[in-house]
């Protein structure tokens, strides 16, 4: 597996224009894509009906050139209302199961996305790949460092468009920061900062008890080891080892993948993690957390803080508009840059960029700028267009797999106390530490296994 190394990438893109540098196309007619008529629907199957699976599927029948044919969720209730939701907008009512296998089963379904819990994105995803079918799958897109791989190679062998849900690298005011870095404008850059603030309060555990009426907590539970039903697994599972690893998993991969994409970076060279859960409760992630990414001419942190009410979100009302910044030093998801020639801080989801440099005495100067909005709707164009052109998306698989490496290393290192991992860039590997690798790859419960030979 060739990388490329830093300088080499700021050596070819900043001979590129910013469209080409970055990877990126805008089609002129947003109904155009497939091998197929522009007139024809794409028609897609949606696995997991939660909240961002709803949201998802409203969004890609509002554009109109798409429709769902089937929906899956192991709660009854879920599938049911959504089927009816979304009957009344596309005119027909897609079939609600709670075997996600019968969605890969329908022969009319193109493509499919996948909004489960994170310990089911791989599987879920090389199961659609090896049924031939298209994935949009929801951030992280992987539990565990070894199934990223896996579902690499299955897109590949199977020749599917798998694209991942980090919606800024179809931003273009993004495209326009990673070419500001690459042509050098701001310097000669070896330290970045990335954040990830917010509140998310600790809870107790609670009794194990029969799950609802309507809910397959087996399949639910899926390549988790086999545990009675708690309701705090099912509604918290963000939190817990088994499901996922906490916030810089669920929230921090945005400005993570954010971050690697305007750097130009790949792999570290070296990665330590230290922090702890301060708030009594039955959490295992930490909620606060701070990690370092060693690299050849780079350094780059990511800090994490979950009882930090006062640290903002970027709102609707500036994802939205075209003159408005956020109040960077508050912002709860911002990333700094710091370059010879001045300080970008860039915010995720339609934050913009804003590039200051020395003041003039105590005031603040502000050198160059760049707003953009939510990049949701460009992030399914970008999808679509190219499950009918069969071209690279822009969120590729394997790039949201390397960018889950990132969050994968930091927690390993945690949970072995701090502990420095060296990372082998050819085979993403941890070199030398048997007790690392133990966390590289998780046992699977059958029959959710994932196979070695996908």
Known sequence: MRHMRRREFLSKSGQ????????????KNSASARATPANEKVVLGLIGAGGRGSNLAADFV??????FACISDCDQGRFASLSQALAEKQGSTPQGVQDYRQVLDDQSVDAVIVATPDHWHALATIRACQAGKDVYVEKPPTHNCWEGRKMIEAARKYQRIVQVGTQCRSAPYC????QYLAEG?????????????????NFPLGQAGEPPAGFDWDRWNGPAPETPYNAMYHHNWHHFWRYSSGDIINDGIHQIDLARYVLGLDYPTSVYCSGARFEPGAAESP????AV???DDMVVTFELTLYTPYMLKISPIIRQATDKFPYWPQCATRIEIYG??????LGRHGGGWQVFVRPELQEGRLKDQNKGL??????KENFLQCVRSREMPNADIQEGHRSVLWAHYATISYRLGGETLHIDRESEQIRDNPAAMQYFKREYRQPYEIEENV
Request: net charge neutral; hydrophobic share 40%; glycine share 10%.
């Open 16 to 27: 590129l224009g910013v469209g080409a540098a970055a990877g990126w196309t805008i089609l």
């Open 185 to 201: 404008k701001l310097g000669k850059v070896h330290f970045c900062r990335i954040y990830n603030q917010k509140e998310w309060a």
């Open 175 to 178: 495209m326009a920061a990673r």
């Open 293 to 295: 990414y060693n690299f």
């Open 62 to 67: 509002a554009r109109g050139d798409c429709q």
């Open 287 to 290: 909620d606060t957390q701070v």
């Open 374 to 379: 939510f990049p949701d709707p460009e992030h």
């Open 340 to 345: 010879s020639e001045g300080l970008m801080c």
